[in-house]
């Protein structure tokens, strides 16, 4: 039994059309699923991912209107990686930010990869990575509609990194109960005279199935606003192992969601001993069961559940203009 790595990252946004832009337009990625937030139906939920919906390559943001900005600290997911191909698809983003007036900082090496970070216009913290033939999770397949060419393209999920105030009772969460293994270590980007940040890797390893924990005891608690994650998903691959592990969540005495049907996938929640929000989410069935490849992302896509309540729910959405 054995989580794959990432499978997807959800993010709050206040200005869902600006979300939809900077991450199809500047960023290249397809919208791959609009839904709603199946625990408030009055809020959208947008989907980016790869050409096909991969798992693995899901940027999702609840849409909330009118949201305060995030207060950075400790208890976060401080920031989310998107892989690129290699060191030259990062220079090509390097010019691309630029040209589009993007604040962002040089490429320099984290836990030996070639990065490239920045913050999108409501402030969450994305770290561009360079894949560079690595052997790992596999990549997933580039959108070629968009203006940004396909060498360059973004290719799925990179490491998350967990920024906490005390990093040994998240490690021993990720390392005795969710299988990961400790890879390493690299120096604080911030200053030298912070802890090293640790590396951990599930699955097949590589950038798509890494969590990095940063250990900050001189910052705050964050308080979780706009361009802040909510959190972070871990890939099961199917429902088999999906029972086992809601099982073994159980047993291990953490407070838990219990099994919850996203109809996409099956999801169960907990938080870490720190706070921070993690889910296990099954690769099957995937984003394609109610729409074709072809058109992912074209209309107002609810689960059976919530079919019943289309017009309910449309009456009380706000119109949502996304060109």
Do not use: C
Request: no cysteine.
């Amino acid at each position: 039994m054995e989580l794959l790595g990432l499978h997807h990252v959800s993010i709050l946004t206040g200005k869902a059309e600006e979300n939809y832009k900077f991450y199809t337009e500047v960023m290249g990625m397809r919208l791959i699923k609009k839904s709603v937030n199946q625990d408030d139906t009055q809020s959208y939920h947008l989907f980016y991912g790869d050409a096909k919906g991969s798992p693995g390559t899901e940027l999702t943001f609840f849409d909330i209107p009118g949201l305060g900005r995030t207060h950075p600290g400790v208890s976060s997911i401080s920031s989310t990686s998107l892989r690129v191909k290699d060191t030259e698809a990062l220079q090509y983003w390097e010019k691309r930010l630029k040209h589009h007036d993007i604040k962002h900082e040089g490429i320099v090496q984290r836990a030996g990869r070639d990065t490239l970070a920045f913050k999108d216009q409501e402030g969450t913290r994305v770290i561009l990575v360079a894949d560079n033939n690595e052997e790992g999770v596999a990549p997933g397949e580039p959108w070629d509609q968009t203006e940004v060419p396909a060498e360059f393209a973004i290719l799925g999920l990179g490491p998350v990194t967990l920024t906490v105030n005390d990093e040994k009772p998240t490690e021993q969460v990720l390392t005795g109960l969710m299988g990961f293994t400790r890879k390493g270590s690299y120096s604080s980007l911030v200053s030298t005279d912070l802890p090293d940040i640790q590396v951990y890797s599930t699955g097949k390893g590589g950038a798509g199935a890494e969590v990095h924990i940063e250990p900050r005891p001189d910052l705050p608690k964050e308080r979780l606003g706009r361009g802040g994650v909510h959190h972070v998903a871990f890939r099961v691959p199917n429902e088999e192992e999906y029972d086992r592990w809601a099982e073994r969540i159980q047993q291990a005495g953490l407070m838990n969601s219990g099994k919850v049907d996203r109809f996409y996938f099956k999801a169960l929640y907990f938080r870490e001993p720190n706070g921070i929000l993690f889910e296990l989410s099954t690769d099957t069935p995937g984003f394609d069961i109610d729409e074709p490849v072809e058109s992912l992302g074209e209309r107002l896509s609810l689960p059976p559940f919530l079919e019943s309540k289309r017009p309910e729910i449309e009456a009380k959405l706000r119109p949502l203009e996304l060109k």
